[in-house]
Structures are given as structure tokens and as C-alpha cells.
């Protein structure tokens, strides 16, 4: 499968516990994005790298989340003394950082559905 | 103000019928992507279709074509010969700025159901 992973697929955990999510993008993307989705609710972009680096942060991801890309590869997302309002699927996605067409279009990986109790 | 509207919160079509689902949008930059994707039951995000802001043509992808007016930002997915299988969140979503530029916004979306 050369699709975007993520794991885990689902995550139940009580509030004020620490959580941590990894994507595997496609392999010859050198951009991968984070997003959370709510429900009845688009995508809400979180964070997005270009290889190993952090190049935008939403408002969204507050101090409690931090994002990792270390190697340029796959990257994690933490969310630190998770409060209910983090429930979500949250969504990682990776591009190309050119294509001729500039379309540059994001392929998205099944997401973490994230239930804190 | 929102950047990206969708106005339909439900559609419903026939089988093999002919569907629009409208997306408006809100940008000054002149220069931007127009993505709609597909999101089924089972949650994967599935791109479709896009038209960059500079094309002068409309953009097509098999049985999807998107009808793009710059003056009235608009940019409404249009699917020929509705399949059960289409039945589906769509959301609509736009890109601002150049490649360097990674501001990506996604509509609320617009849940279509194909009947039999």
C-alpha cells in the first residue's frame, strides 16, 4: 500500500492523559499536513511541514499540541493533558511541494478518530 | 467572513441523473487553487478535481467537471450519470497564494445521497 497511513486507527483515552498520533505519507511527498475534523464539519488545518520543517501553525493547535517531522519522513502529532473538546478525527495528509499543473493536490490518510472521555 | 460556502447542507439525485453541488469562495490573492474532494462513510478524504485560478478552461475528470465563473467565485463540482456509490460528504476547498504559500481551507460541505 503506498497510500498515507496513520496510526492508530482509533484512540479512547480520559481526559488529562497524553496522546500521540503518527503519519506515514507518501513516500516521495515532501509535504505533510494536519488537520481536524469535527463532526458534520470540513477539515480545519492544524500544522503543515515541508520536510523536516514546521513552515505554518493554525491558531487552532494550541500549546497543548506539538507536531513532529524529524527525519522528513513521517511525522507526529501530540496532544498533552487531552480535554474532551479534542475529540476528533484528526487527518494527515502529504503533497508534492511543485507539480507542473500546480495543483500540488494533498492525498489524505484514513485519520485517527480520537474519543477522550 | 467564511472562504469557502457551501450552501447545500444535503442533496438528494436519481441514479444516472446529473447533480450540481455549489461552492462559493472568498479571495483576494489572484492567485489560488480550487480542490473538491469526496469523503464516504469510511472517512478517507478522496480528491477529485481541481482548477487553478489562472486556467482559462474548466477543469474535468471523468464524470466530474467543475464549473468555475472567477467573476462570482463560484466553483460548483458538477457529476454526470449519478452511481450509488457517489453517495457522499463533498467538500470544497481552496488553496491561496503560490506553491510557497500553504493556506488550505475546506468548506462545510454537502452530504449527497444517490437513490435508487
Known amino acids: 500500500d503506498t497510500g498515507v497511513s496513520q496510526d492508530p486507527r482509533h484512540k479512547i483515552t480520559k481526559r488529562g492523559q497524553n496522546v500521540t498520533f503518527r503519519c506515514d505519507p507518501i513516500s516521495e511527498h515532501n509535504r505533510l499536513y494536519w488537520y481536524r475534523q469535527t463532526l458534520g464539519q470540513g477539515p480545519e488545518f492544524l500544522t503543515y511541514f515541508q520536510n523536516e520543517a514546521q513552515l505554518e501553525k493554525s491558531r487552532l493547535l494550541s500549546d497543548r499540541f506539538s507536531a513532529e517531522r524529524p527525519k522528513g519522513s513521517f511525522s507526529t502529532l501530540e496532544i498533552q493533558r487531552t480535554e474532551q473538546g479534542d475529540s476528533a478525527m484528526y487527518l494527515c495528509?502529504?503533497?508534492?511541494?511543485?507539480?507542473?499543473?500546480?495543483?500540488?493536490?494533498?492525498?489524505f490518510g484514513p485519520g485517527t478518530r480520537l474519543t477522550v472521555l | 467572513a467564511q472562504k469557502i460556502t457551501q450552501t447545500q447542507p444535503g442533496m438528494f439525485v436519481q441514479e444516472k441523473e446529473a447533480v450540481t453541488l455549489d461552492c462559493t469562495y472568498d479571495t483576494s490573492d489572484p492567485s489560488y487553487g480550487l480542490f473538491w474532494y469526496k469523503q464516504p462513510s469510511s472517512g478517507e478524504m478522496i480528491f477529485l478535481i481541481y482548477q487553478g485560478s489562472y486556467d482559462q478552461q474548466n477543469a474535468t475528470e471523468g464524470r466530474y467537471s467543475l464549473n468555475f465563473q472567477k467573476a462570482r467565485k463560484s466553483a460548483n463540482l458538477v457529476i454526470s450519470a449519478s452511481q450509488l456509490g457517489d453517495s457522499a460528504m463533498y467538500f470544497c476547498?481552496?488553496?491561496?497564494?503560490?506553491?510557497?504559500?500553504?493556506?488550505?481551507?475546506f468548506g462545510p460541505g454537502t452530504r449527497l445521497s444517490v437513490l435508487p
Open positions: 476547498a481552496m488553496r491561496e497564494g503560490t506553491n510557497y504559500g500553504q493556506n488550505f481551507v
Open positions: 495528509a502529504s503533497s508534492l511541494s511543485y507539480s507542473r499543473e500546480g495543483r500540488n493536490e494533498q492525498f
